[in-house]
């Protein structure tokens, strides 16, 4: 059977296999929620995405200063020195730190900045081990609380890349300047096994998993799903938590290739079947309560401008499949 009718069959069993509304809701009703949804989808997908230039500069041989420049809700600027030399690179960063998030389980408000000193070693042609120092100072408001943390933090980030496989590892130990916070440590990982099926076909799974310390601040906690680093497939409900772990198996066949249009060059098209089993919670709670498990199907648009990624998509098992339009996400 060709490639383009398995996606189909899939994309049929995914909607007979879902439930499409409740007996007493009339499509009218769904219909509108579905699209308060989406308009709602699309209009964090344009605060929070989308809406960066970056401007490099160079001042010389191996070095350069760029600007990335967020105008979606205020005008940040995340400024970056970097200098190479052989197998190393030096990166100098200064941010802007300006956020309001709302999720399942969190809803707060922080300003502030961070100044980063980074070096990136290049150990061979697939390993790479980079360490940092970040200072921040921020105002965190959630509710009636309000902090002000100002912390000391010593970064690692080991990467491991070849053709089968990828894994990122990041431990994230924090010095709390303040006496009135105490320190505390992060340490999460991403692995992905990609099995090649045949040339234009892939069968990719991905762990991605993390832990903090009982001490870590509210403010740090690991955010996940949504537009988050840590989105996870098919998921849309934003949620902070000290734990999280998730598997996602994903089926991706190349249904287009290269081609050049009059203003675009189009890289390729992707067909994209995912299914997510996953959990964030408090370290208390790790043990208690059930995964949740999402799925969904999509068509993955590679331009030289950029993604454009669209696809059914249901978060968690039990509820209707969505229509969702992705820029620079993960099905």
Known sequence: MKSYKIMLCLLFLL???????GAEESNSTLSNNILVKEARRLQKMGERIQNEIERPLSLGEDIDLSFDIDWSSDFLVDTKLRMNKEKREYVLEYAELKEEADGENYDYQTTGYATKLQVNNLINEEVKLNFGVIYSENDYREANDSHRYTVLRA?????????????????????AVSEQQENFQKIKLDWQLINELSSDEQLIYNLKTGITTKETPRAYRFKVGGYNYLNLLGQEDEKAGDVFVANSFKYQNKLLGAHKFEYLVLEKILGVAFVNISKTTTREELWHGGLEVDMGLGLNTELKLGEIKAGLEV???????QFHLKFKEDF
């Open 15 to 21: 909607l007979i296999a879902t439930p499409i509304a």
């Open 155 to 175: 970064e690692n980030i080991l990467k491991d890349k070849d053709e089968k496989s990828k894994l990122r590892v990041v431990t994230d130990y924090a010095i």
């Open 315 to 321: 978060d968690d098992i039990d509820s209707s499949p």
